[in-house]
């Protein structure tokens, strides 16, 4: 079997390899294996994992998963949005289309890696995207029910669920937090993006598409 490590952002990012993608690739004879960011290191040894802070550790992450010679290939699931201002390819992103811009970091992220096993991949915006995709299919997840059709307002005003922006107040869940602040990103997330369905988020989410076929093309 195929192994493709992931170095992911969060738990949430964990769950949805664990229990969506890698089901699906498992199909494919491909195993997924998502590995958490350590975001800090005591001089015991131990290691805080989840979320982006420093380009440095995720560098540092990269490449111990890359030394992993059983690896066909590394990739990452990672959010655009909130990502350290050092990171490589931010600082001179060109204006306009969001994808344009994403592309544009991802393809500086893999010179700075310089692996031929490394796919680069960024989430536009952020994992809560995929929710927006069809909120009214996993709005029992949320306890006021009008909340589905707020965010679908949202999506249609946006022009697409990847289209929903990286500002500090109106990305993804910024703005499903301001209508439903009991949402959990642990357990509400991924339970609302496995109610949606892989299949309609890869048909709403070119970007998280073009990815998807990149890691399903290691094993051919």
Known sequence: MTKILMLVEGQSEEIVVRDILAPRFEVLDIYLQAVLVKTKREKSG???????????????????????????????????????????????????????????????????????????????????????????????????????????????????????????ETAPSKRILEVAPDYTKTVAGPQAIEAIGLDRIRAACKHADSWLKKLELVAS
């Not at 066909?72 to 969001?98: E, H, I, K, W």
């Not at 997840?141 to 929903?164: K, N, S, Y």
Request: hydrophobic share 40%.
């Open 46 to 168: 131990r290691a805080f994992k989840g979320g982006i802070v420093s380009y440095a550790k995720v560098e540092h992450d990269l490449r111990a998963l890359l030394s992993d010679s059983s690896a066909s290939a590394v990739t990452t699931f990672l959010d655009y949005y909130g990502l350290p201002q050092n990171f490589p390819g931010l600082s001179d992103r060109p204006l306009g289309d969001p994808r344009k811009r994403v592309a544009h970091v991802e393809e500086a992220f893999a010179a700075q890696i310089d692996h031929k096993r490394f796919i680069p991949h960024l989430t536009l915006h952020e994992l809560e995207a995929w929710i927006y995709v069809d909120p009214a299919a996993a709005s029992w997840v949320f306890t006021d029910a009008a909340v589905a059709a707020t965010l679908q307002t949202i999506r249609e005003a946006c022009g697409g669920p990847e289209m929903i922006d990286e500002s500090p």
